[in-house]
């Protein structure tokens, strides 16, 4: 069983941090299927890879079905944890990054159903084909593609678009920090989109946005508002992207990550919860 934890324990806990958005939680799912599977007879691990993904993909399901109920809860918008992954260039990261959708897509994925979001995670992500998710899911391969369909719809992406993460480079990062060192209101306002979002996370354990902000002007603002607050960034390698911490210090505040769309920038996630930050320098 040891030989199989090493041998499977990256693609399930990517599987299961996607179908989280908590590697917390992926930790627990990994941990409890493999005690499980320990009392598994052997004939039934034949094809261990198909098995554990399935017991992974059910134990991840039960377990949104429950978080979603929490989440309603929750004070303020709900962000994926942030996951350290490999150095840029590294053979690690290529093998990261060819299996993580990209960390706004992770945000997008919480419109979708529990078992809506095992199809899309499993497809988009993880490459399986339809016979083998209806497999893992128990269901018929027709009912598959209708969920992956209705995901899509969901998503709002259409059957041509990517959805793996996409490495953001150095170049726009550092533009980026550059307007905000600045703290020109009118130049880091030019650098957006119409439409930017900017949203964070502090679950209600240090302060952060209580709703999403999308006034340009306003978000031009509090992202200048920063840069007078003498925080130090430091660009890493998060999610098999290049993502920015913010410190004060030695101590980690936040972990943030822009998304661009048409030489702008349409979207800025920001994860303030201290919860969600305890593995920010702990290489997955």
């Given at each position: 069983m040891e030989e199989l934890y090493d041998q499977y324990r990256a693609l399930l806990f990517t599987l299961a941090y996607q179908l989280t958005g908590s590697a917390a939680d992926a930790e627990d799912a990994l941990q409890d299927v493999f005690l499980k599977?320990?009392?598994?007879?052997?004939?039934?691990?034949?094809?261990?890879?198909?098995?554990?993904?399935?017991?992974?993909?059910?134990?991840?399901?039960n377990l949104q079905k429950s978080a979603r109920k929490k989440r309603e809860m929750y004070v303020g918008p709900w962000l994926p944890e942030p996951i350290r992954t490999p150095e840029?260039?590294?053979?690690?990261?290529?093998?990261?990054?060819?299996?993580?959708?990209?960390?706004?897509?992770l945000v997008l994925l919480e419109r979708l159903t529990p078992t809506e979001r095992a199809v899309f995670v499993l497809r988009e992500a993880l490459g399986f084909d339809y016979p083998e998710i209806a497999e893992l899911l128990?269901?018929?391969?027709?009912?598959?593609?209708?969920?992956?369909?209705?995901?899509?719809?969901?998503?709002?992406?259409?059957?041509?678009?990517?959805?793996?993460?996409?490495?953001?480079?150095?170049?726009?990062?550092?533009?980026f920090l550059a307007s905000l060192e600045q703290g020109n209101v009118d130049h880091v306002m030019s650098l957006l989109t119409e439409d930017v979002m900017l949203v964070s996370d502090g679950g209600g354990k240090v302060r952060a946005l209580k709703?999403?902000?999308?006034?340009?002007?306003?978000?031009?603002r509090i992202?200048?508002?920063?840069?007078?607050?003498?925080?130090?960034?430091?660009?890493?390698?998060l999610n098999g992207e290049t993502g920015i911490?913010?410190?004060?210090?030695d101590e980690t505040l936040a972990a943030m990550f822009i998304r661009r769309r048409h030489e702008k920038y349409a979207g800025i996630y920001m994860v303030r919860?201290?919860?969600?930050l305890t593995r920010i320098h702990e290489v997955i």
């Open positions: 599977a320990y009392d598994v007879h052997p004939e039934r691990l034949e094809q261990p890879k198909a098995y554990l993904c399935k017991m992974v993909t059910n134990h991840c399901i840029a260039n590294s053979v690690e990261t290529a093998v990261v990054r060819r299996d993580l959708l990209s960390y706004g897509m128990g269901k018929q391969e027709a009912n598959c593609r209708k969920l992956m369909s209705r995901a899509r719809s969901k998503l709002e992406i259409s059957e041509e678009e990517t959805v793996a993460a996409e490495a953001v480079e150095m170049e726009w990062v550092g533009r709703r999403p902000i999308q006034t340009r002007d306003h978000v031009a992202l200048c508002m920063l840069s007078q607050a003498k925080l130090s960034f430091e660009v890493a390698p911490i913010l410190r004060s210090g919860n201290p919860d969600k």
